[in-house]
């Protein structure tokens, strides 16, 4: 929300300017005018490619191939198993199958700053709507590719 009031202030500014431009010297507002739609496209282009998660599409698919002998695996429903190494370019250190559906794979943890809760985030294979082995507060997950997706969860109550 306060990138798009800096950005709306930015237009104003820029119209503004723009105007005044325009009254001295109109070769000046050309460049300027051609700029700030550079710079605009930038942001707007740059906006696009965090939203869709392209970067981390890009590296899951080239990673793809490490994960899915797991995936098949004869892991018990419902038990964590360390890992402990990279797979593709991500270091994974558990994985496990939910008994409610998904195969997870956890490639970080951290504090989420509030008290001894932690938040656990990596790739998951169909998983599930209710949560993962690593947490079901704040359990989040979005598409990557296929049955491929990336998910973040706490395992605060």
Known sequence: MIFFAYLIAFNL??????????????????????????GTA???????????NIPRRIAFYYS??????????????GRETKIGRKLGIWYVDRY????????????????????P???????AFNPNKQGS?????????SHLTGDWYYFSASDDW
């Open 13 to 38: 500014q820029f119209v503004f300017s723009a105007i005044k431009q325009v009254r001295k010297n109109p070769d000046d507002a050309k460049t300027s005018f051609l700029r700030f739609l550079s």
């Open 96 to 115: 496990a199958v939910d008994s409610r559906g998904g195969t997870y794979f956890r490639i970080g943890s951290d504090m989420d700053g509030i008290g």
């Open 133 to 141: 082995p690593f947490g079901n507060a704040s359990y989040r997950y």
């Open 42 to 52: 930038i942001v707007f282009i740059t906006f696009a490619i965090s939203w869709l």
């Open 64 to 77: 793809k191939p490490s994960f899915e002998p797991f995936v098949n695996s004869d892991l018990v429903p």
């Open 117 to 123: 809760d932690v938040v656990s985030y990596g790739l």
